[in-house]
Nanobody, 125 residues
Framework: VQLQASGGGLVQAGDSLRLSCVLS????????MGWFRQAPGKEREFVGK????????AYGGSVKGRFTISRDNAKNTVYLQMNSLKPEDTGVYYC???????????????????WGQGTQVTVSS
C-alpha cells in the first residue's frame, strides 16, 4: 500500500484548505482512512477517520465542527476539508490507512498500518 498526500500550503487564519490522499496498491474501499497531524515538538495527533463506505466519520476534539473528512472510492482518494483554520492547526498532516480497524478504534497512531509521507500546513495569524 502506498499513500500520497497533497494539498498543503501556507494560508492565513480563517482560510480554508483541502488535503487529498491517494491510496495505491490495494483495494481502496477495504481500508478505513484517517488523518493525523504533528506540530513541531509535539506528538502526532488524531485528526479524524472515515469508514470504508464513507458513512461514518469521527474527529478529534480540536477540529470537530471545522474539518470534514470524505472519500471517493472510485478515485481511491480521501479528503480533508479544513475550514476556519487557526495558527494552532499548523503542522505536518499525514494520511493513514488500515484494513482491520473497527468503529471504536483508530484513535491512536500505533493502530494504523500504512502512512503517507505528510504534507505541511502552515497557518499564519
Amino acid at each position: 500500500v502506498q499513500l500520497q498526500a497533497s494539498g498543503g500550503g501556507l494560508v492565513q487564519a480563517g482560510d480554508s484548505l483541502r488535503l487529498s490522499c491517494v491510496l495505491s496498491g490495494r483495494t481502496f474501499r477495504s481500508y478505513v482512512m484517517g488523518w493525523f497531524r504533528q506540530a513541531p515538538g509535539k506528538e502526532r495527533e488524531f485528526v479524524g477517520k472515515i469508514s470504508r463506505d464513507g458513512g461514518g466519520t469521527a474527529y478529534g476534539g480540536s477540529v470537530k465542527g471545522r474539518f470534514t473528512i470524505s472519500r471517493d472510492n472510485a478515485k481511491n482518494t480521501v479528503y480533508l476539508q479544513m475550514n476556519s483554520l487557526k495558527p494552532e492547526d499548523t503542522g505536518v498532516y499525514y494520511c493513514a490507512a488500515d484494513s482491520r480497524l473497527i468503529s471504536s478504534s483508530g484513535w491512536r497512531e500505533y493502530e494504523w498500518d500504512y502512512w503517507g509521507q505528510g504534507t505541511q500546513v502552515t497557518v499564519s495569524s
